[in-house]
């Protein structure tokens, strides 16, 4: 009977840990953003909705996060709170949540909601957690022309297996830099600066 009870338990252990493996494998895969509707799901958690004059047409719009199956997507609602826009955020373990944004002018006809979201910790071999930036792009203020852009990573936190705590520090800012009538966005972390530069049709470059 012993036997059979320890057999179960490994079966079971095994079990799970191949569904956890493949989980993660699967967050790990995704190579670009999904929009809401390919990504079924069972549980959906909505944030509340931030408003935000998103547009710059005087009336205020909203964004909120949603959280389906641990998975986190954008969202931008209209100022009548209609979705206009939902896409992926890439997890990579949990209590991942976007801690802040700030709208800022790239130049006349472009704006950026600069997201910073945390991706979330997990506990494999210590402590670990990381956060990056998103760009969502907004064009010639309107709300369906919005695009999405994984940013850097610009903040980590980390404790290793003999107790030691590391948090790193970081700074982000957007000003023009080259003088050519555009803002530039610069991420500095890490003792590492980079600056990213707008192209068009939200696509950006780095430096």
Not at 14 to 36: H, V, W
Not at 157 to 181: A, I
Request: aromatic letters at 14%; one cysteine or more.
């Amino acid at each position: 009977m012993k036997t059979l009870l320890i057999l179960l338990l490994c079966t079971t252990s095994f079990l799970a840990n191949g569904q956890d493996e493949r989980f993660y494998r699967s967050i790990f895969a995704r190579k670009g953003f999904r929009p809401s509707d390919a990504f079924p799901h069972k549980i959906k958690v909505e944030s509340p909705r931030y408003t935000l004059d998103l547009n710059r047409d005087g009336i205020e719009d909203s964004f909120q996060t949603v959280k389906k199956d641990g998975v986190d997507f954008i969202r931008i609602n209209n100022h009548e709170g209609q979705k206009i826009f939902e896409e992926e955020l890439l997890t990579k373990g949990k209590k991942s949540h976007v801690f802040k944004a700030h709208l800022r002018s790239i130049n006349k006809s472009v704006d950026v909601l600069i997201l910073h979201y945390y991706e979330g910790d997990n506990e494999a071999v210590g402590f670990e957690g990381s956060a990056r930036l998103y760009f969502l792009t907004i064009r010639d203020k309107s709300l369906n022309k919005i695009t999405l852009r994984k940013g850097p990573h610009f903040w980590t936190e980390r404790e290793s297996v003999t107790g030691r705590y590391w948090n790193k520090r970081y700074s982000v800012n957007v000003l023009d830099y080259n003088s050519d009538g555009q803002n530039e966005i610069s991420v500095s972390y890490n003792n590492l600066s980079r600056v990213y530069f707008y192209l068009r049709d939200g696509k950006w470059s780095t430096l």
